[in-house]
């Protein structure tokens, strides 16, 4: 389990708790988990063998410890993002959530403008392929 706590400007923006599999974080070189970014180091760890990423936002009030550990007003507009990572065989690799205050968060992503052909649940959710 790894908690990390990150800060812009020095103020408190994102609280990650992430659990990472043991055949993984033995891969990472030591102590780089409190510097590095666990997705970049997960992609050198895994490399080819990285599957697919599912996550889930939702929007929630802050309760006491979240407001406290973020440095956040109780019951302010937090984002919440469930994540979890697994390789090509579906076996989960990372698994955690991330807290974002919610006047620092901003959600910006740039994707392939034919994904939805590959990944037809992206326009209509109810398909799978």
Do not use: N
């Amino acid at each position: 389990l790894l908690r990390k706590l990150h800060v812009h400007d020095g103020e408190p923006f994102c609280l990650i708790e992430l659990y990472v599999a043991e055949s993984v974080f033995s891969q990472f070189p030591r102590g780089s988990e409190r510097h590095r970014k666990i997705a970049r180091l997960l992609r050198e760890a895994v490399g080819e063998r990285l599957g697919i990423m599912h996550q889930t936002m939702t929007v929630e009030p802050a309760d006491y410890a979240m407001a406290r550990a973020l440095a956040y007003g109780f019951a302010a507009p937090i984002a919440k993002i469930v994540r979890t990572t697994l390789d090509i065989d579906g076996k989960v690799l990372t698994a955690g959530c991330f807290w974002y205050r919610g006047d620092r968060f901003i959600l910006d992503v740039e994707l392939p403008a034919h994904l939805a052909d590959r990944y037809p649940a992206l326009a209509v959710p109810d398909s799978r392929s």
